[in-house]
């Protein structure tokens, strides 16, 4: 029954994000500082880990072809497909759970601390339209992103095939051709722009109905990034059986 209180709590959360909007002058601004913020914040972590996540997946795949039969461009085929299809949109959303999502807890759930919120409802403006509606807007540049991610996991898988000397340049970029399916971008970008609603929303669920002190701000981040993380794995599951089956 817990659980069913806050899934009810979460959905009515939702409805009021977007009723009574905020000022278009206003929510711009805000849109803007989000986007700042969330997304351009999170780039530089993003590149990092996904050349490296890309150049790991290119070596393990390489040093597991101990059959001379088989060739040496599906180190570049099995790297482009783990990140398109995995690595890129759901390990750098597991990630993003943990970076973007306790930021937004710990910044909803500090001003809920502080009474700010309370201040916001007083003078009339919906808070939750005011405080979650620019995060989703500015989460919806997350898949761009997520762009970013796929090109540096297959220029790491690149590097470390062609510079380790396990494949050749012509022989990667023939196995990064092979057997191209564009739906699966679509499928990707799909998940995608799920998973950006889904770590706009569930932190600021937990930071603007936390309770307590500056104590339980750190709780409701971790929370909130448990939950984060275990609603996006369990979406993913259901999105693949969906999308791909």
């Known amino acids: ?33 989000e986007i700042d913020d ?3 914040g999170s780039l530089g972590i993003t ?30 085929f099995a790297s482009r497909q783990s990140v398109i299809l995995e690595f890129a949109p759901t390990f750098i959303s597991v990630i993003m759970a943990g970076k973007v999502g306790s930021f937004i807890t710990s910044s909803i759930g500090t001003m809920r601390v502080t ?19 620019p995060k989703i807007i500015a989460m919806l540049t997350y898949p761009f992103v997520i762009a970013i991610a796929m090109f540096m996991g297959i220029l790491g898988a690149y590097v470390a095939g062609v510079y380790g000397g396990f494949v050749s340049s012509t022989e990667f970029l023939s196995g990064l051709r092979e057997e191209f399916i564009p739906y699966h971008l679509v499928y990707a ?28 701000v ?15 794995i369990i979406s993913n599951y259901i999105i693949t059986q969906l999308l791909l089956s």
């Not at 750190?218 to 984060?228: D, E, L, Q």
Request: include cysteine.
């Open 1 to 33: 029954m817990f659980y069913l209180d806050d899934i009810g709590k979460y959905v009515l959360m939702l409805r009021g994000v977007f009723s009574r909007m905020t000022k278009r002058s206003v929510l711009k601004d805000l849109i803007f500082k």
């Open 115 to 133: 009474e700010q919120i309370d201040a916001l409802e007083v003078m009339g403006i919906n808070s939750l339209n005011y405080l979650v509606f």
């Open 218 to 232: 750190g709780k409701a981040s971790t929370t909130a990034f448990v939950w984060t993380t275990v609603v996006i």
């Open 38 to 40: 969330l997304i351009i």
């Open 47 to 76: 590149v990092f880990l996904a050349f490296f996540i890309g150049a790991v997946v290119a070596i393990q795949t390489a040093l597991n072809l101990t059959s001379p039969l088989i060739p040496k461009n599906l180190i570049a």
């Open 189 to 216: 970008f799909i998940k995608t722009c799920f998973f950006a609603f889904l770590l706009a929303t569930i932190p600021s669920f937990h930071g603007y109905y936390m309770k307590g002190g500056a104590l339980e």
